[in-house]
């Protein structure tokens, strides 16, 4: 009957509502990217409700007996790994195909990374451009060429694989631009570097990288205050 996109915490698991919690203790199965995963936030909850997998390899199939759970009068509650789901993960496809079907879809608000690291950076937030994750090879020199021009705050996820690349090619394209990497949003390591990407990439010689980051970059013509 209704789809509920529940969005779960990002690190710390105090950060999620009371309603998240009521709307995963009532429905009738929770969707989750990791059933794993999501059993430790159950744990801590209390919450018994029934798990059932939708991640980036799940057929059609799937999608499809999810739909029809729905059809049948089901509530169901999607789940991602972290944060907000369909916000750069794959419950987006589920929420796509319920609201084609004219399925209720309810929102639960509440975590995402880029909108933490955002609402901490010191860089403005009255317009601001979610690139999700940068595109691995084709066209990534081209994108990054055109953020040079951006004068608009844009925020970006990255994995601890490709951080040191994708600072390198930010400096080397955008040389002088201010930067912000969050990592390890909520948890006990959790911290915001700034400065140009070269002097990131120093911070990273002494320190590798490990976590999970976010990039943000400043307008084209971001001056610091002091
Ligand atoms: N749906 C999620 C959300 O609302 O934030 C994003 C899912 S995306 C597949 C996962 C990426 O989010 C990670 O690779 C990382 O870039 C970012 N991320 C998730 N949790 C984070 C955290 N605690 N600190 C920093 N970045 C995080």
New binding site residues.
């Given amino acids: 009957m209704t789809l509920y996109t529940v ?1 779960t915490p ?2 710390n698991l105090s950060d999620i509502t009371f309603r998240a919690v009521e709307i995963l203790k009532k429905v009738d199965l929770i969707v989750a990217e990791d059933t794993r995963h999501a059993g430790i936030l159950m744990r801590k909850y209390n919450i018994q409700t029934y798990l059932e997998s939708f991640h980036a390899h799940s057929g059609p199939a799937k999608l499809e007996k999810l739909i029809e759970m729905l059809r049948s009068g089901k509530d169901l509650a999607l789940i ?10 794959p419950g987006f496809v589920l929420i796509r195909a319920a609201r084609e079907e004219g399925t209720q879809v309810i929102p639960i608000p509440g ?4 909108l ?2 955002l609402q901490a950076s010191g860089l403005p937030t009255d317009k601001f451009l979610y690139l999700g994750f940068l595109p691995l090879k084709k066209g990534r020199q081209k994108l990054l060429a055109e953020l040079a021009e951006e004068d608009r705050t844009v925020v970006f ?3 601890p694989h490709r951080i040191l690349k994708t600072l390198s090619q930010i400096a080397e394209i955008m040389e002088d631009r201010y930067i912000t990497v ?6 006990i390591y959790e911290e915001f570097l700034s400065g140009t990407a070269e002097e990131i990439l120093d911070h990273f010689k002494e320190k590798k990288p490990k ?4 990039i943000i970059l400043a307008p084209k013509n971001f001056k610091k205050q002091k």
Avoid at 80 to 89: E, F, L
Avoid at 211 to 214: A, D, H, L, R, S
């Fill in positions: 969005a990002i690190g991602s790994d972290a944060g907000t789901p369909g916000i750069s993960d975590p995402s990374a880029f933490a690291a996820y990255e994995s969050a990592r390890e949003l909520t948890k976590g999970e980051f976010v």
